[in-house]
């Protein structure tokens, strides 16, 4: 298989099942328009790759590899959406299907310098969020950072994935890994407590996309949405030092 029609695979089973379900092999057929046989043709070579588990009548769910490309893959998507919205001002009836064409040629570097220019959006123009980068950085400064100085960008360092707090139920906690946003941003959570490797738990998310509120070095903060989706955390670390 392409490398392509690889990532074109990985990709629809990420969309019709997400992380951790399966998806059908006449879901992904109508997804690709392709005939159910070649499915499962293709299914069984990316579980020869070890991308995916392939199990007849069951259908098909990615593995820890198959599921980091098909990440990339969708956040270069999202990026390259928003550069094709808002700098080449190209109809936002029309991204969706420019950068399907576009995401599975640039390179991490072009990734990177994308995501820098669009001083690291949080949404493409649809709505749908952006995975912050998998780069060994605590916030987007440290990224801006380390490129200005020319000194190449640390690899990946983290040890399993992290999320939005507004991804956590009430009650769950995890440990702050990773703040999307420049030194201001930065500075202004710190001086809420909001810091790097601190543990933080949800006490209360409110309807409608309102306020989360949090509890974090012995204090309840009610923090706004469009923040504290900024604000991820590694749920496997909470608590640990």
């Given at each position: ?6 990532e074109?695979?990985?990709e629809?089973i990420?969309d ?7 998806a059908?092999t ?5 997804c ?5 046989a ?17 199990e007849?009548?069951?259908g ?5 590899e ?8 969708k956040r ?8 094709l919205a808002d700098v ?6 029309k991204?969706?299907d420019?950068?399907c064409?576009m995401e599975?040629t640039i390179s991490e570097?072009?990734?990177?310098a994308l995501?820098r ?9 649809h709505?749908s ?9 605590g ?8 490129t ?10 983290r040890a399993?994935?992290?999320v939005p707090?507004?991804?956590?139920g ?6 702050i890994?990773?703040?999307r946003?420049?030194?201001?941003v930065?500075?202004?959570l710190?001086?809420l407590g ?13 309807p ?8 974090v ?17 590694d749920?496997?670390r909470?608590?640990?030092?």
């Amino acid at each position: 298989m392409a490398q392509e029609q690889v990532e074109e695979y990985l990709e629809a089973i990420y969309d019709i099942a997400g992380t951790e379900g399966a998806a059908k092999t006449t879901a992904i057929a109508k997804c690709l328009k392709v005939a159910p046989a070649s499915v499962t043709e293709a299914l069984q070579n990316l579980a020869e790759k070890n991308l995916v588990n392939y199990e007849p009548y069951r259908g098909a769910s990615l593995t820890g590899e198959g599921k980091k490309i098909a990440e990339t893959i969708k956040r270069r998507h999202r990026l390259l959406e928003v550069f094709l919205a808002d700098v080449l001002h190209i109809n936002r009836a029309k991204v969706h299907d420019e950068a399907c064409r576009m995401e599975h040629t640039i390179s991490e570097d072009t990734e990177n310098a994308l995501c820098r220019m669009l001083n690291a959006p949080a949404r493409c123009p649809h709505g749908s969020p952006i995975a912050p980068c998998a780069k060994g950085v605590g916030s987007c400064s440290d990224c801006d950072a380390i490129t200005g100085s020319a000194v190449p960008l640390p690899e990946d360092i983290r040890a399993s994935a992290i999320v939005p707090i507004t991804d956590l139920g009430p009650q769950e906690k995890g440990t702050i890994a990773f703040i999307r946003g420049d030194c201001r941003v930065v500075q202004r959570l710190s001086d809420l407590g909001l810091t790097l490797g601190t543990t933080v738990s949800v006490t209360r998310k409110a309807p409608m996309n309102g306020p989360v509120e949090v509890f974090v070095r012995r204090t309840k903060l009610a923090i706004d949405h469009s923040i504290a989706e900024n604000i991820f955390v590694d749920a496997s670390r909470a608590g640990q030092p």
